[in-house]
């Protein structure tokens, strides 16, 4: 290899037994070497006379050998040697004689003394070198004049003389690492160069070396991780930019002032209770499980995010630090949580962004005056009875998290969504929030709500409001297209009239509410698509004939009236002449009898002489729809206990149909259909079915689990439906696995 590379520069044999003899070759026959590097083996004092050899050699790494023979100093001499690495090596004593020399690492060698002749050396590393004694470490120190950094790790020999000595001797000195240096307490030591120092696990390091650290004055990163007798650290160094203070058992007190400090590590300290920190460079700060922590001053104008996750003991003055005039004028991300010593929390800050108190479950009150607020996390703040967000930036708000809360303001000029759900006691509130698009106030059992001074619906003790900007018009609130008030009990039918301020009003809730009369709503809401009424029993049967007798709420689309009470002429004459509703569920409707739209007295034969309003003009799957088309796509009549036959011939121009439900309905016993878009029939559990026709082309999925039907009248029904994939025959007591795996037609088998 030498003889075909003899320009070769650069030799790497690390990783493989060193063999004297090849190395030799190495050195001699590669002129232009400038950098060697050794793995395991024995280099003999030849290997080191022949290096005065290779003229152009600057760098070399030795790791893991045995230096010499027998000799018990070895020599290593060389003009040009810029960088030597001498890492994990056995040799008696070394003598190092290069004029050149500027790195020179002995690191984890078992050398008990070491003799160094390089004027030049500035960066030396001695670290785990257990032999050297204290005298043999300053000896080997006090001979580099031009030394800059100094790596006395693990060196548990090594004292404050020696510092002391070091310190009379380098003026140039920027970085010493002293730490695992038992010994070391800095007393009457002087390090005026000094940038970087090192001191972990120093256990002579106290209150006292802080004396000697404010010597200093040219430090910039400072590291103490577990000095267990450190009990305090006041600095005010002016350069200081980095510091690391981890697993410091002892340490009570932080007091730094540094208008360059960037960084701060400070974990696991867990007698700390006081810190006061001045910097106009930090930006973010991180006091994690500090749980003893109770006094915190800052002055930090750039500062920008705080983590105190975890400080258990932090009290409602925290509020007064991140305030305006609290030191941070610039923060923007906050973050509390598990803070549980925090009762009541009052922000005001013009830069707050973000503001976290995730499982602050003491806090009761809380007022945010933050107009850049963004984003707020409450979860588990489930004691919180009061609070108030005047102004906020907040785009959407969950309090549903906070079944207590009694209390709110809301002034957000932003916020598009709020939700309420589950806020049982809430009795007071005043929301001011122009763009809100969406209010789901479910479950609110005391509520009072206003739109331009209209009562809406109100409690005895209740007081919520809406208001909206006293320059603006009625159409302030016209971005507001979802209002969810289910389980408002105390909801009021005349109030329903102050709808009519939210002109694109699309959904509203109003489930299991007490209603009788739905007038207000279609006099109302002129453009509503959904409209839930869920367990609305108090509604009277003529309750919805305005919506096929007088052409109301002609956009409507989705009607939910599962678990009512209307009277089956009432739910007839709503299946027959709302033919422009496209979803519809009737569940739980114990008077939803057969849906027989093929029937001679059927309803469907009078819809030529029903109101115009109800004829739509839409596009057939094959030809133009004519006049009486019905736009229906989903109908759900889940757990419908009266209904013994469902009958939807090609007359009943269901066109549109592309998903029944009819499970739970155990008394049903016919189904016929002939729908032409259907793709979804879930018949599950009706346990009563004999009879299954269909006409179905497009079914895909068929459900008919726990049925009782013949296994011919299924095989019957779905060879007219060639497209189907799913058919789920679980607990079919009378369909036999064998014969199913035999059906060609279908693609995917749910297994009984």
């Given at each position: 290899m030498c003889q075909r590379y003899p320009n070769a520069t650069d030799v790497n044999l690390s990783g493989t037994p060193i063999s004297h003899l090849l190395v030799m070759k190495a050195v001699y026959l590669l002129r232009n070497l400038e950098a060697l590097t050794l793995g395991k083996g024995q280099l003999g004092d030849a290997f080191f006379h022949a290096l005065t050899e290779c003229s152009m050699l600057r760098s070399l790494d030795v790791n893991d050998a045995i230096l010499g023979d027998d000799v018990q100093e070895i020599l290593i001499n060389h003009d040009r040697l810029c960088d030597l690495k001498l890492t994990k090596c056995r040799v008696m004593r070394i003598s190092i004689r290069c004029p050149l020399l500027k790195s020179l690492s002995l690191k984890r060698s078992n050398m008990a003394q070491a003799a160094l002749n390089c004027p030049l050396l500035n960066l030396l590393d001695i670290s785990s070198c257990h032999k050297l004694t204290d005298a043999a470490i300053r000896l080997i120190v006090t001979s580099c004049p031009q030394l800059e950094s100094l790596d006395m790790l693990n060196c548990s020999c090594v004292s404050d003389e020696t510092l002391r000595e070091i310190a009379l001797t380098y003026f140039n000195l920027h970085v010493l690492n002293s730490s695992y240096c038992p010994n070391i307490s800095l007393e009457s030591v002087r390090l005026p160069m000094l940038k970087v120092l090192?001191?972990?696990?120093?256990?002579?390091?106290?209150?006292a070396s802080m004396a000697a650290m404010a010597y200093s004055y040219k430090l910039e990163e400072l590291?103490?991780?577990?000095?267990h007798m450190l009990t305090s650290v006041s600095l005010d160094l002016p350069r200081l930019q980095k510091i690391r203070l981890v697993h410091c058992r002892k340490f009570a007190d932080l007091n730094l002032q540094s208008s360059t400090l960037s960084s701060i590590t400070l974990s696991n300290c867990v007698a700390l209770r006081r810190i006061n920190i001045s910097s106009n460079a930090l930006q973010k700060l991180a006091l994690q499980k500090t749980e003893n922590l109770t006094i915190l001053a800052l002055r930090c104008q750039g500062l920008q995010e705080v983590d105190l996750t975890d400080c258990a003991s932090l009290t409602n003055s925290i509020c007064d630090v991140f305030s305006d005039g609290g030191g941070c004028p610039m923060l923007k991300s906050l973050v509390l949580d598990n803070c549980e010593s925090?009762?009541?929390?009052?922000f005001s800050s013009t830069s707050l962004v973000s503001l976290s108190l995730v499982g602050c479950r003491d806090i009761t009150t809380l007022d945010l005056a933050c107009p850049c607020l963004e984003k707020i996390c409450l979860d588990g703040c489930d004691h919180l009875e009061r609070a108030s967000f005047c102004p906020v930036a907040l785009r959407s708000l969950n309090l549903g998290i906070c079944p207590k809360l009694n209390t709110l303001r809301t002034n957000a000029p932003d916020m598009v969504s709020l939700e309420l759900k589950g806020c049982g006691v809430l009795s007071d509130a005043s929301i001011n929030c122009p763009p809100l698009k969406s209010l789901d106030a479910s479950f609110c059992r005391s509520v009072f709500l206003t739109f331009n001074d209209a009562l809406l619906c109100s409690g005895a003790d209740a007081s919520i409001q809406i208001y909206m900007q006293p320059t603006q018009t009625t159409a302030s609130c016209s971005l507001i297209k979802s209002l969810i008030l289910m389980s408002c009990p105390s909801i009021g039918s005349d109030g329903l009239y102050s709808l009519r301020w939210l002109p694109n009003l699309t959904t509203l809730d109003l489930s299991y509410t007490f209603l009788t009369n739905l007038q207000p709503v279609f006099d109302s809401c002129f453009h509503l698509k959904v409209l839930k009424l869920q367990a609305c029993k108090y509604l009277s049967d003529s309750s919805l004939e305005p919506l096929y007798k007088e052409g109301a709420l002609r956009e409507l689309q989705d009607l939910d009236l599962s678990y009512g009470t209307l009277c089956q002429s009432a739910i007839e004459e709503l299946l027959a002449y709302c033919t422009h509703l496209t979803h519809l569920s009737l569940n739980g409707c114990i008077n939803m009898h057969d849906l027989n739209w093929g029937s001679a007295d059927s309803?469907?034969?009078?819809?030529?002489?029903?109101?115009?309003?109800t004829m739509f003009y839409f596009e057939n799957i094959n030809e133009p729809v004519k006049q009486g088309n019905r736009l229906l796509q989903n109908l759900n009549c889940i757990g419908c206990p009266n209904i013994r036959e469902v009958v939807i011939p090609p007359a009943a121009r269901c066109f549109h149909m592309s998903s029944l439900n009819l499970s739970l309905s155990t008394n049903l016993k016919e189904v016929n259909l002939v729908c032409f878009s259907l793709s979804f029939l879930n018949l599950s559990n009706c346990c009563s079915l004999e009879v299954l026709k269909?006409?179905?082309?497009?079914?895909?999925?068929?459900?008919?689990?726990?049925?009782?039907?013949?296994e011919e009248a299924v095989e019957s029904a779905i060879s007219q439906c060639s497209m189907l994939e799913t058919l789920d025959v679980r607990f079919c007591p009378k369909i036999l696995l064998e014969k199913k795996n035999k059906e060609g037609n279908i693609i995917q088998f749910i297994d009984v």
């Open positions: 090192k001191l972990d696990n120093c256990e002579g390091i106290t209150l590291e103490l991780d577990n000095c925090l009762t009541a929390l009052q309803r469907i034969e009078f819809l030529s002489v029903h109101n115009e309003s269909l006409r179905c082309p497009r079914l895909t999925s068929l459900f008919l689990q726990s049925c009782n039907i013949e």
